[in-house]
């Protein structure tokens, strides 16, 4: 309807900034409640609560993420897209948006895998 209309593009401009880092909210807050599914339906070795205390820890930090990135999306919607009109600068703050949100997620704890592998073996 909004592409018949000739309206996709300011329509795009006008939902993506808020929406990139929105969604990043919302998909994590779902992987996280997952976590927690899992962790009650297969714990494993560990005894289902303290698998659940396990997964609720990790949940817990992966949803205050999500908080602060609803924050993010909140303050763009109440704010900047009110304020700026023009789709070229919408449309670059989206994707500067997904691009530190992708960076955000991606690469934290690049090195400790590796340094936690070591103090497990013993080196």
């Known amino acids: 309807l909004y592409a018949r209309r000739g309206l996709l593009v300011p329509l795009l401009g006008w939902l993506l900034p808020h929406g990139v880092p ?7 807050c779902g992987a996280a409640g997952l976590a927690l ?3 009650v339906i297969f714990p494993g070795a560990l005894r289902t609560r303290d ?3 396990a997964a609720g ?5 992966v949803v205050l993420g999500a908080v602060l990135l609803l ?5 763009i919607e109440g704010v900047f897209r009110q304020v700026v009109q023009d789709d070229t600068v ?22 400790d895998d590796a340094r ?3 103090v497990d073996r013993g080196a």
């Open 22 to 28: 929105e969604l990043t909210a919302m998909l994590l």
């Open 37 to 39: 599914g899992r962790a």
């Open 51 to 53: 698998a659940l205390r």
């Open 57 to 61: 820890r990790q949940a817990a930090l």
């Open 71 to 75: 924050a993010v999306a909140g303050a």
């Open 90 to 111: 919408r449309f670059c703050v989206a994707g500067f948006n997904l691009l530190w949100v992708t960076a955000w997620i991606a690469l934290p704890g690049r090195g």
């Open 116 to 118: 936690k592998q070591e």
